[in-house]
């Protein structure tokens, strides 16, 4: 089968993912990809992609659309996968009129959240939304906005994101084979406002008074919110990492920990556990709903509380003996989302929105 994304931005769990797709024998992947130009990642896409048959454009840079449209057409896709409405590469996708017969899916991470822009979107949204067969989304919360979006329940899938958990069992492996349980905490992701860089500084500070010997945090990004983790005892900013290193550095931790306010179906949160690390995170980060159960393999607690966020921390803490068992506990929920395991899924999905064609997945 012929399948071609087009996508905003990379990550390697995506890459990882889109190559288990391409390697199906019978399968012809074609990636069109918008990469974000700002200033808070260092990712080396290049690497990332390498190997797959991948297009990119940078987002806010002109592109010529004719030659993206002949390009889409040379690859006589039978089914496409595009993510959201907002880049332009995706709009290009979906409402191209030479792309008009292509069977259409959907893909987007949002939860629905109680807004006026959300309570409109599917007004807004309405003709584009109904160039779509099916929604392809991660979780429940994505899919209750499907399903406010118009989509009929049985034309909403789930499992949108992919993992590449095999590189990051071998970090479960080899934290387990430690004669100690590392005592450290650790931060992956932009030094972004809405990632509450300030909240997780101000819960850890607050930690480390309710506990003795506590535990060292490390923070690892990039961002306009850095200059918030200078100088707080315990606290080692490491930058940004690549993403081959990152489960050698999650196996010298202890516990994942996510502050956001905002984050729709955060990936290192699915990668913590995924790496045999319990995580204590807000109920704001959406992919917790699949992979973290709280007080079972982790925390969850509410947005925009330092106390209780520290005593989550505080409660790592105090459970350390219990720790391997927890991490143990997280590998089965994350299993339906390797990398091998999605590219079935996604297959299936393309081949179901070829049959049904340009039938419209929302309801009238």
């Known amino acids: 089968m ?11 769990n995506m890459a990882a993912s889109w190559r288990a797709l391409a ?28 190997g797959l048959d991948a297009r990119v454009s940078i987002a806010g840079e002109p592109f010529d659309r004719a030659a993206v449209e002949r390009a889409i057409l040379e690859a006589d ?30 893909a987007f991470d949002m939860p ?39 989509f009929a329940a049985g ?47 101000e819960a850890y500070r607050r930690y480390r008074g309710l506990v003795r010997e506590p535990w060292t945090l490390t923070a690892c990004g990039m961002g306009p919110e850095a200059a918030r983790l200078r100088g707080v005892e315990g606290l080692t900013d490491r930058g940004f990492v690549q993403p081959a ?12 920990v996510l502050a956001s306010d905002y984050d729709p179906w955060p990936f290192v949160v699915s990668e913590s556990v995924a790496a045999g690390l319990p995580v204590v ?4 980060c959406g992919s917790h709903v699949e992979v973290v159960r709280s007080w079972f393999n982790g925390r969850v607690v509410g947005p925009g509380d330092p106390g209780a ?15 391997p068992a927890m991490a143990a506990r997280g590998l089965p929920l994350v299993a339906a989302y390797a990398a091998d395991v999605w590219a079935e899924r996604t297959l299936a999905i393309c081949r179901r929105a070829a049959s049904i064609g340009n039938r419209p997945g929302r309801s009238p």
């Open 112 to 150: 629905f959240v109680m807004s006026l822009r959300k309570l409109l979107a599917p007004y807004v949204l309405g003709r584009y939304l109904r160039r779509f067969a099916l929604a392809y989304v991660p979780g429940e919360r994505s899919a209750a906005y499907a399903r406010h979006l118009g």
């Open 245 to 256: 290193h990152m489960p050698r550095l999650m196996a010298d931790h202890g516990a994942f």
């Open 309 to 323: 966020f520290a005593e989550a921390l505080a409660w790592i803490h105090e459970h350390e003996r219990e720790l």
């Open 23 to 50: 390697a199906v024998p019978g399968v012809k992947l074609t990636i069109f990809i918008e990469l974000p130009k700002r200033p808070d990642t260092a990712f080396d896409h290049a690497s990332l992609l390498a």
């Open 77 to 106: 896709p039978e089914a496409l996968v595009v993510l959201g409405w907002r880049s332009p590469l995706c709009r290009l996708a979906a409402e191209s009129p030479a792309l008009a017969g292509v069977p259409k899916v959907f």
């Open 155 to 201: 034309r909403i899938e789930r499992g949108l994101i992919g993992l590449d958990t095999a590189a990051f069992a071998a970090a479960a492996r080899d934290r387990q084979a430690l004669s100690a349980w590392p005592r450290r905490f650790l931060y992956v992701g932009r030094y972004a406002e809405e990632k509450r860089i300030d909240l997780l500084v």
């Open 2 to 12: 012929r399948i071609a994304f087009f996508w905003t931005g990379v990550t390697a």
């Open 281 to 284: 995170c807000t109920d704001s």
